[in-house]
């Protein structure tokens, strides 16, 4: 009975030992082991067995991105400017055995690392470089802390300043710039936006100018044209009277000289003139003596046109 126990206890203890010697390493992990305190190998992802009390499972990697975040670090400028700076480190072990063995506390030391070589490239900047350049002071410091911590089997991705931190006095003097600087730039705005008004103005008058010297011009034009109109219908028509006159004279003459009395009628046509000349205010009227010997040709011309 006894020896079925120490039997069954010993069972237990095999089975117990032989499950510990299993080990199922999960994605994006890596497992340094030693054997019998030296370096024996790294173990990816799988199931794997080791030697019971002999080997051991020295550190357990985990290979993925990591984050880590420091506190705020003193630095000063090219220019004595005090001010706290915190900065994200972004790593990656690529190299589980240098990570383990090659520096007692990784994480504090990639901090201290980044906090000497943020003074390094801050001391190198003026306070306004420091606020404007953060692309090129993150560029710096990746590639200074990716080639210090390649020794130990990490690799920086990105390095990013969190928060820059100027002191009290240097805030409120950048704060009244800014507001300095924002009445420039409304008081710009302004004069910009009244010097347009009164160049869209001008414009305007100008415009109208235009227009109204335009129109006045058409009016004129109209106006000339319809006087031109005008005087050439007054001409037409003047033209029109006189070529009737004409007319009528033609088809008198021709009239008189078809009833056969041409000298008659001649001397008629004198003698009708000397009775509009005496109707005159005239005084005195001078007859020619061959108008007197008419006297009685002229009653037989009327006598005759009245025959016919």
Not at 3 to 23: P, Q
Not at 51 to 62: F, W
Request: charged share 30%; with cysteine; net charge negative.
């Amino acid at each position: 009975m006894f020896l079925g126990i120490v039997l069954l206890i010993l069972l237990i203890l095999v089975v117990l030992i032989v499950a510990s010697c299993i080990k199922v390493v999960p994605q994006a992990q890596a497992y340094v082991v030693e054997r019998l305190g030296a370096y024996q190998g790294t173990w990816g992802v799988g199931i794997h067995f080791k030697v019971p009390i002999i080997d051991r499972v020295a550190k357990k990697v985990l290979l993925k991105e990591q984050v880590a975040d420091f506190p705020p670090q003193p630095v000063i400028t090219k220019d004595n400017v005090t001010m706290r700076i915190d900065t994200v480190v972004f790593f990656q072990i690529t190299d589980p055995k240098l990570f383990t063995y090659g520096v007692e506390n990784p994480i504090m030391a990639i901090e201290n690392l980044t906090a000497t070589t943020l003074r390094n490239i801050i001391g190198d900047l003026e306070l306004d470089q420091t606020l404007t350049s953060r692309e090129t002071i993150n560029a710096k410091m990746r590639a200074s802390l990716d080639v210090a911590t390649d020794p130990w089997g990490i690799k920086v991705n990105r390095v990013e300043l969190k928060n820059i931190i100027p002191p009290a006095a240097i805030q409120d003097a950048m704060e009244k710039q800014m507001k300095a600087e924002r009445e420039r730039r409304e008081a710009i705005l302004r004069a910009e936006g009244e010097k347009k008004s009164t160049i869209l103005v001008a414009e305007g008058k100008k415009e109208s100018a235009i227009l109204e010297a335009e129109a006045e011009k058409q009016s004129a034009i109209l106006r000339a044209e319809a006087e031109k109109e005008k005087m050439i219908r007054e001409a037409e028509g003047e033209a029109e009277a006189i070529l009737k006159v004409q007319q009528a004279t033609a088809d008198g003459l021709r009239y008189i000289k078809e009833v056969g009395a041409d000298d008659a009628v001649l001397k008629l046509k004198s003698l009708e003139a000397f009775e509009k000349a005496a109707d005159g205010q005239a005084t005195k009227i001078i007859i020619p003596s061959e108008i007197q010997n008419m006297a009685g040709v002229l009653a037989s011309a009327r006598e005759l046109l009245t025959e016919k």
